[in-house]
């Protein structure tokens, strides 16, 4: 009697140790698969950060953020060569003006007079992208140029395409020094800028294609409750 019941204990207890052991594998299974999908997906970034803009495109309009005195450059080049009508610089100082540009930016003046407008109230990339949907749906515009730096342009292009459902965003990469030459790796502090981005960007991806999803499924739940 004592030993059939020592021996129903230990199957137990042995029953419980091979399910602890499989639990701790599938949780060191998904880690391992989240590490690689990570691992794979910054590899992929980081060859979409250094691309050499197409140089053969055209829009209704341009769109540049603001971050750089070589994002405003390439984006005045594009409106000089007639890439498109009319361009909208976001995220402007507050107490920036067109006279401040056209000093640092010199020849810009006819442009800036003409065929330029100025966000001055977004702060955040998301706040780029709103303030570039407001702006497009005010001109019916069907499709534009997006100008910023390459390591910025996936989580850009991924905001303004959420924002602009229907609109043609068109990315044109502002690539410069060590991400022109290939060694911006070689560099910690840019290496460190490239991964917070890479983070930023992956969490932009998820608010943009997951949330959505989300949310549509909570008014079927909802819906699907009130019928009841």
């Known amino acids: 009697m004592t030993e059939s019941v020592t021996h129903k204990r230990r199957k137990r207890h042995r029953r419980r ?6 639990a701790v594998d599938g949780i060191v299974g998904v880690f391992a698969v989240v590490g690689l999908a990570a691992v794979l997906g910054f590899i992929f970034f980081t060859t979409k950060v ?13 769109v540049a953020l603001t971050g750089g005195q070589d994002r405003l450059a390439d984006a005045f ?9 009319r361009m909208l610089i976001s995220g402007v100082h507050p ?29 955040t990339t998301a706040g780029n992208a709103l303030a570039t949907k407001l702006w497009v749906e005010t001109h019916g515009y069907k499709s534009v140029i997006l100008v910023t730096s390459g390591w910025h342009m996936p989580r850009a292009q ?15 990469p502002v690539v410069t020094g060590r991400f ?22 992956v969490a ?8 959505p999803r ?7 739940v909802a819906r699907a409750g009130h019928d009841l």
């Open 17 to 22: 140790r091979g399910f602890l052991r499989r």
């Open 50 to 62: 250094a691309e050499v803009p197409s140089s053969n495109i055209k829009a209704d309009a341009i």
């Open 77 to 85: 080049d594009l409106l000089r060569q007639k890439r498109a009508t």
């Open 95 to 123: 107490t920036t003006n067109p006279r401040e540009l056209e000093r640092v930016l010199p020849g810009s003046g006819p442009l800036l007079g003409c065929c330029v407008d100025l966000d001055h109230q977004a702060l």
């Open 158 to 172: 991924a905001e303004l395409s959420r924002s602009l459902p229907g609109v043609q965003v068109i990315p044109y």
């Open 180 to 201: 022109r030459d290939g060694t911006w790796w070689q560099d910690s502090e840019t290496l460190t800028t490239v991964i917070g981005e890479y983070i930023k960007y």
């Open 204 to 211: 932009a991806l998820a608010h943009v294609r997951i949330a």
């Open 214 to 220: 989300i949310a549509t499924e909570a008014a079927d």
